[in-house]
């Protein structure tokens, strides 16, 4: 009996509102009332606003289209982790267990010439390590902007001085996925494979780099 109540009532709100809803104006629609002089009734006009809720509250595409959020001549500096590991050959990358490595963290700056190609520069330190400067790079920089999904996945190459465990040089390649909050501030995470001039006392020449972070963009 009470259910039967419940759905009566439940029933004749619904027909109320929907009568309400009718006889109102439409949500986006503005009531304008015409003053008369002759003492007749004034007469309303309705008419749809252009710009609805939905105009006013989602802006993603318009801002992407006005405003990209990758650019050209544009400069990122980079704050991260890291994460450091010995490698056996780069067919089998990656194989170092998590618990064999060095963890640390680094930063980095990066410059655009176009939306697509551009220079960067970083340095880490990583715990364990005989030096506080683990290395010093550089890369030549290729991105893909995806706008509509605030990403960018972007592929790099070169090399640099590595200073510990004793002073060499080393080339590298890598790929990373950037996602942009806005047009000045984004995540982004990367790896590397690192090729030593010089074999490693483990026996290995060869080294692993995992970097995310925080991507400020000027």
């Not at 252009?50 to 801002?63: L, Q």
């Not at 050209?72 to 056996?88: P, Q």
């Amino acid at each position: 009996m009470k259910m039967k109540s419940l759905m009566l009532t439940a029933t004749a709100t619904l027909l109320l509102a929907n009568a309400a809803r009718a006889q109102s104006p439409a949500y986006g629609t503005t009531t304008t009332t015409t003053a008369t002089t002759d003492g007749t009734t004034p007469k309303t006009y309705i008419w749809n606003d252009p710009k609805e809720w939905w105009g006013e509250t989602v802006t993603w595409e318009t801002d992407i289209k006005n405003k990209p959020l990758f650019n050209a001549n544009e400069l990122n500096v980079d704050l991260f982790g890291t994460f450091l590991a010995s490698e056996r050959r780069f067919k089998s990358f990656p194989n170092t267990n998590i618990r064999h490595g060095h963890w640390g963290g680094g930063v980095g700056m990066n410059y655009f010439f176009t939306r697509d190609l551009g220079i960067g520069a970083d340095t880490s330190f990583q715990t364990g390590a005989s030096d506080f400067v683990d290395h010093v790079g550089g890369n030549i920089i290729a991105r893909i902007p995806i706008e509509v999904l605030r990403t960018a996945p972007y592929v790099f190459a070169g090399g640099g001085r590595k200073f510990d465990p004793i002073d060499q040089w080393f080339g590298d390649v890598g790929a990373g996925l950037e996602f942009r909050f806005n047009r000045n501030l984004g995540v982004f995470g990367d790896a590397r494979y690192i090729w030593l001039d010089k074999i490693l006392a483990n026996g290995t020449r060869d080294q692993a780099l995992l970097r995310a972070g925080v991507r400020v963009a000027f």
